[in-house]
């Protein structure tokens, strides 16, 4: 029949994920948005609270001047155009953690618009005040048998930024990178804390699909409450996954917002999306025009540190790290600043090998630890790794005194004049005479290294290096062997 056709047609179609971001950053900053509450973060409920953020009649709001200077920073950082003057908007919505009814937020003119992070491109960055935080109470809240929920104020009128991209992403594995590389960057400028388990970074995705090489988009859905860089990337591919699905079986696509539930990995309609014209936006009339000055701007381009997409480009091409490595190391800010101390703390320090041992010290901390927090001091580091550069320890001994700098600190001559580690080398005889026992111990694998079958050489170099518990150089016992062989 024709419609079977159809179906098989379609199961046949290979369709592209279109993803966009909307990322809510909680500012770092003293005061709330519009009061002069202290921002807190695990005070009891309701402490830090006043009229004006409880909503209640005849209080006006104030816009906090640091919350600006931190929009225009972001805006900065992602190459956006900071308007002039922009303009807050009232986005009216009735739930419980809004005592005012409505939410001061931009509308039509947000403060940074354009820009782009990566591959990515910025639509706008705005600002606007957090709703309070709503408490779900268990079985003890539990009233007349009905379930309670509380509602805690602190949280209520926070400072966010709304960072919104344009749907340049292609896979779930492209949104958690990207938006790795945009907190480690709003890290580095300093402007919040961006710990996505304690809600200071939210991510809400946009996911819509598409055939593959068809330019017009789908219906999009909403992605809400993934709140961590992996349920991102599985909310996002279930999503992509029920998409196609439907498409393939000929049913169409709602425009609705799905909430992701960590627990079953599964996305469940939370309500059907809103239009703009649902939240009846309106200037704010307390507030006057918010103008941000070439002199507010400049001040806040000079606050901006190297950010860390330019910080990677300068160590893949000035040092000549690997790409890879140069990304590890410059999106992790406490380990891009413990390598350039270490550098900087070796007259010839050698970046690629100074590098390489950073990740060695990495996996020696605990999980994320930052290294300037650890008993080995970048000086130290350098020379180590100075040290078996120069041959003066192997590779094995410098790992041992890595261990021994990691647990109780120290210089790492000292350790290796202590432990006896100092590398046995041809010049002093000691190693000579040690691959001469190895050749004696193993004559056929000798005799067959002479003969051409350098596979062999494995269990000789073993040999030494069991001798001489890992102080001899590999390439120094290689030597020797073939010198001893006459090879
Ligand atoms: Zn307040």
Redesign the pocket.
């Known amino acids: 029949m024709g419609g079977g056709r159809g179906a098989s047609v379609n199961a046949e179609v290979q369709y592209e994920p279109v993803i966009g971001l909307e990322i809510h950053v909680q500012l770092k900053t003293r005061t ?1 948005m519009f ?3 202290e921002l807190s973060f695990g005070d009891p409920p309701n402490t ?3 009229p ?3 909503g209640l009649a005849g209080t006006l709001p104030v816009v906090n001047a640091q919350a600006v200077h931190y929009g225009i920073m972001i805006g900065l950082a992602l190459g956006s155009q900071i308007a002039p003057r922009s303009q807050f908007h009232r986005k009216n919505y009735f739930y419980p953690d809004l005592p005012k009814g409505y939410q001061i937020s931009q509308y039509d003119v947000p403060l940074c618009s354009g820009g782009q992070l990566g591959e990515v491109r910025i639509h706008r960055v705005h600002l606007e005040e957090d709703a309070a935080k709503l408490v779900h109470l268990g079985a003890s809240g539990r009233i007349h048998g009905a379930q309670r929920s509380a509602v805690d104020f602190n949280r209520g ?1 926070t400072p966010l930024a709304e960072i919104v991209t344009e749907p340049d992403l292609r896979s779930a594995e492209a949104a958690r990178e990207w938006l790795s590389l945009l907190r480690t960057t709003l890290r580095a400028i300093g402007v919040s804390d961006v710990n996505m388990e304690e809600g200071s970074l939210r991510c809400d995705a946009n996911v819509s699909v598409r055939p593959v090489g068809s330019s017009e988009l789908g219906t999009k859905t909403e992605l809400k409450n993934m709140n961590s860089f992996r349920f991102l990337a599985q909310g996002i591919r279930a999503e992509v996954e029920r998409q196609s699905e439907l498409l393939r079986a000929g049913q169409p696509v709602l425009q609705e917002t799905l909430h992701f539930d960590p627990s079953s990995g599964r996305l469940t309609p939370l309500r059907s999306k809103e239009e703009a014209h649902d939240y009846r936006y309106f200037p704010e009339p307390d507030l006057v025009p918010l103008e941000a000055t070439p002199e507010m701007i400049e001040a806040a381009r000079a606050q901006l540190p190297e950010l860390p997409s330019a910080r990677a480009q300068r160590f893949a091409g000035a040092l000549g790290l690997p790409a890879e490595r140069a990304r590890d190391l410059a999106f992790r800010s406490e380990l891009a600043d413990f390598f350039e101390a270490a550098l900087a703390a070796t007259p010839n320090g050698e970046p690629v090998a100074l590098a390489n041992w950073m990740q060695t010290l990495v996996e020696r901390l605990e999980d994320g630890a930052d290294p300037a927090g650890s008993l080995v001091s970048p000086a130290a580091f350098a020379q180590l790794v100075a040290m078996v550069s120069e041959k003066a320890i192997s590779r094995e001994a410098g790992r041992e005194v890595l261990d021994m700098l990691v647990a109780q600190g120290g210089d790492p001559a000292a350790i290796v004049e202590r432990e006896g580690l100092g590398a046995i080398s041809a010049d002093d005889g000691g190693l000579g005479d040690v691959v001469a026992a190895a050749l004696a111990s193993d004559p056929d694998a000798a005799e067959q290294v002479r003969a051409g079958n350098m596979k062999a050489m494995g269990p000789l170099v073993g040999y030494v290096m069991r001798e001489t518990k890992g102080r001899a150089d590999g390439a120094e016992i290689n030597r020797l062997i073939r010198q001893q062989l006459g090879i």
């Open positions: 709330k009061c002069g509450c830090h609270t006043c004006r953020c409880l009128g």
